[in-house]
């Protein structure tokens, strides 16, 4: 169970800081943001709003508990990466540029899978303290 935690909150963190880095300089001034913004045919406010959204995502998957929240939040991150390829893809961008997006997919679905075995670990760790309750008599 340490090795599942222990690789949980590698991909966990990892995932986390980049995105949460992203949503920080959504909010910066910055020329070629600007530009990128125009080249990917989008109005520039949508990535404020998608920062905010990281950025509850990021609380939502660091807070104990409310594991239908998790689950909202992995989507939600899983379609904005997914969003951006399909963003660059369609602005005409080589695949080779987008990589680094795949990475990070590949982070959150290694975070989301060591978070159902946490889980699940913990419901097993419940089920076999359940077991060796003395019954009332």
């Not at 379609?79 to 005409?92: H, N």
């Not at 695949?95 to 989301?112: E, H, P, Q, T």
């Not at 075995?117 to 019954?135: C, D, H, W």
Request: glycine share 8%; aromatic share 16%.
């Amino acid at each position: 169970m340490k090795k599942i935690n222990i690789a949980y909150w590698v991909f966990t963190g990892l995932f986390l800081a980049v995105m949460i880095m992203s949503a920080v300089t959504s909010f910066m001034p910055n020329p070629d943001a600007d530009a990128f913004v125009k080249h990917l045919g989008v109005p520039g406010s949508i990535f404020k709003f998608l920062a905010v959204l990281k950025v509850l995502g990021a609380i939502a998957l660091l807070i104990p508990g409310y594991p239908r929240l998790k689950e909202w939040a992995y989507a939600g991150f899983t379609f904005d990466l997914v969003g951006a390829v399909y963003l660059g893809l369609a602005a005409g961008d080589p695949l080779k540029d987008w990589i680094f997006v795949f990475v990070m997919l590949g982070l959150v679905f290694a975070s989301y899978y060591f978070y159902h075995k946490r889980r699940a670990g913990v419901v097993a760790g419940n089920a076999s303290l359940e077991s060796r309750r003395i019954p009332n008599q």
